[in-house]
């Protein structure tokens, strides 16, 4: 079966700190992955989108890169964090075709940069 | 890009009311999705709908897709507090073809 694995759960770094979150997905092969952010009680927006290694397109222009190294490994990036970069961050992966495309998330990563 | 509007915002019932949320796009949807995360959680899937007029079931929940395919809603029939959470619709359609979330309903239950 399909699993995606996100760390770390919960992370507390200093402004001006770089970031590394990596995301790994088993059981399946050429997902389509995803970064989400959500802020404390609001909707989820898509930070990074990726169709394959090396392909990562950009939603919104800010703080933070995404690179995929490898087929089933997303990873997000700041060099450095700002204050507005705390949140809730989702990695979520979905099939690259089949009859019910839903996306599985992984158990999120709480930031608070202080 | 494509958008997936979704509403209301926030819900306040009392147990054992009812509840709705709707999520409208301004294009044809080839399916729509319904996510629950409850609070300190992911979302987690909840169903699709991929046919004009469907209408699924799920327990107290009833799933709608509009005759044109732009318009969703999820129904609660008799909340408990076991409902509580944010609700999200979703669809394909971004500029990459990637899923798109709607804003969610965050749904409250007073016992």
């Known amino acids: 079966s399909q699993t995606i694995h996100q760390w770390p759960a919960t992370l507390v770094q200093p402004v001006g700190s770089p970031l590394s979150l990596e995301c790994t997905v088993e059981?399946?092969?050429?997902?389509?992955l995803y970064w989400y952010r959500q802020a404390a009680g609001r909707g989820l927006q898509l930070l990074f989108y990726?169709?394959?290694?090396?392909?990562i397109s950009s939603e919104v222009p800010q703080n933070l890169s995404a690179s995929r190294p490898q087929d089933r490994q997303f990873i997000l990036s700041s060099k450095k964090l700002l204050l507005s970069d705390s949140g809730f961050y989702l990695c979520?992966?979905?099939?690259?075709?089949?009859?019910?495309?839903?996306?599985?998330f992984g158990q999120g990563t709480r930031l608070t940069v202080v | 890009g494509q958008q997936v509007m979704q509403i209301p915002q926030y819900q306040h019932v009392q147990e054992g009311e009812d509840f709705t949320t709707y999520c409208n796009s301004s294009t044809t949807l080839s399916n729509i999705q319904w996510y629950k995360q409850r609070p300190g959680g992911h979302p987690v899937f909840l169903i699709q709908l991929v046919k004009s007029g469907e209408v699924k079931k799920q327990k107290r929940l009833t799933f709608q897709f509009g005759e044109a395919k732009k318009n969703s809603s999820l129904h609660i029939t008799a909340t408990q507090t076991t409902d509580v959470g944010t609700y999200f619709c979703?669809?394909?359609?971004?500029?990459?073809?990637?899923?798109?979330f709607g804003k969610g309903t965050k749904l409250s239950v007073k016992p």
């Open positions: 979520a992966w979905t099939p690259l075709r089949g009859r019910v495309t839903e996306a599985f």
């Open positions: 990726s169709v394959g290694i090396g392909q």
């Open positions: 979703a669809a394909y359609g971004g500029s990459q073809g990637n899923l798109i």
């Open positions: 059981g399946t092969s050429n997902p389509n």
